[in-house]
């Protein structure tokens, strides 16, 4: 499926603005246009509509790659390996679980962003400047000893290779440093808590998945509220709304003005249209 399907192109050339303006212009895809487009591909094997289930998701891939910037690897990078785990989910979504895509494929797009970040990250953090680079290739032969340097011997060090002492401070402890596993082991043996590069880099709040559920949650309470308002009359409506609903709200003085009657009727056409309210919207639940 991959090499039949094209992603937009800024991304290869570089432009990465461009390539998320691009992404997030794309329309989002309603539960039903997913679905219908998720079983055309599996039934009848549409690549078209696997492009488009693959397209409209892309900005949540951005937004997964964003949470992996701290491992200083280039987000480009991170958002196609991230779109590589995107297309794989795609391959094996059944939309008759009942999830959403990115429910499913928020998995797979992070997997292939770890096993890039596994096999990369340590390289690119050990030598990224010239100075680093130097002392990379030349600090173990200068190391007499197994035991850290002296200050005289880091001295020594800096002084024949033209740099700081503290940048020979830092090649020493980076090289010294141990791996450590992306992300937590269940066989660790002991009840100690263990952090993992993979439990704080990516923020919990950044999940996709969530975010759209929380996103369609909002629109499905707003639909309710329409539903349940308009068994209202309109003086009740109007009253409800300028009481709750609008950015700036009317006083009961403001509101009995406006429909030439008391203050303390417009509170009692208030209370019995709360109360209508909440059972309307308790019986369309």
Same mark, same amino acid.
């Given at each position: 499926m991959s090499t039949a399907l094209t992603l937009p192109s800024t991304l290869a050339l570089g432009s990465i603005d461009d390539y998320i303006g691009s992404v997030n212009a794309i329309a989002r895809l309603d539960a039903e246009e997913e679905s219908s487009l998720a079983r055309r591909f599996r039934d009848d094997n549409d690549l078209d509509a696997a +492009?488009?289930?693959v397209m409209a998701n892309? +900005?949540?891939v951005v937004h997964i790659a964003r949470g992996y910037l701290g491992y200083g690897l280039p987000l480009p990078d991170l958002i196609?390996?991230?779109n590589i785990g995107l297309m794989?989910?795609?391959k094996r979504y059944d939309p008759d679980v009942g999830v959403r895509l990115v429910s499913f494929a928020v998995h797979w797009i992070r997997a292939e962003i770890h096993e890039f970040i596994i096999q990369n990250w340590r390289i690119v953090k050990i030598a990224t400047t010239k100075a680093q680079r130097k002392l990379f290739f030349n600090l173990r032969k200068f190391k007499n000893r197994l035991g850290w340097f002296s200050r005289e011997e880091a001295s020594a060090v800096a002084e024949e290779l033209g740099l700081e002492l503290d $940048?020979?401070?830092?090649m020493e402890n980076r090289l010294a440093g141990q791996d450590v596993p992306f992300e937590p082991s269940d066989d660790d043996g002991d009840d100690r808590e263990t952090l993992a590069p993979a439990q704080y880099l990516s923020k919990p709040g950044?999940?996709?998945a969530l975010t759209l559920a929380a996103e369609e949650w909002g629109h499905r309470q707003q639909e309710r509220l329409a539903v349940a308002l308009a068994v209202l009359d309109d003086r009740s409506r109007d009253i409800l709304a300028a009481r709750w609903l609008n950015e700036e709200k009317?006083?009961?003085?403001d509101l009995a003005q406006r429909h030439q009657v008391s203050a303390e009727r417009v509170r009692q056409i208030e209370n019995g249209a709360l109360k209508k309210l909440r059972l309307a919207? $308790?019986?369309e639940q």
């Open positions: +492009r488009q289930l892309l +900005r949540f196609q390996e991230g794989k989910a795609v $940048a020979v401070y830092e950044d999940d996709p009317l006083t009961l003085q919207l $308790a019986s």
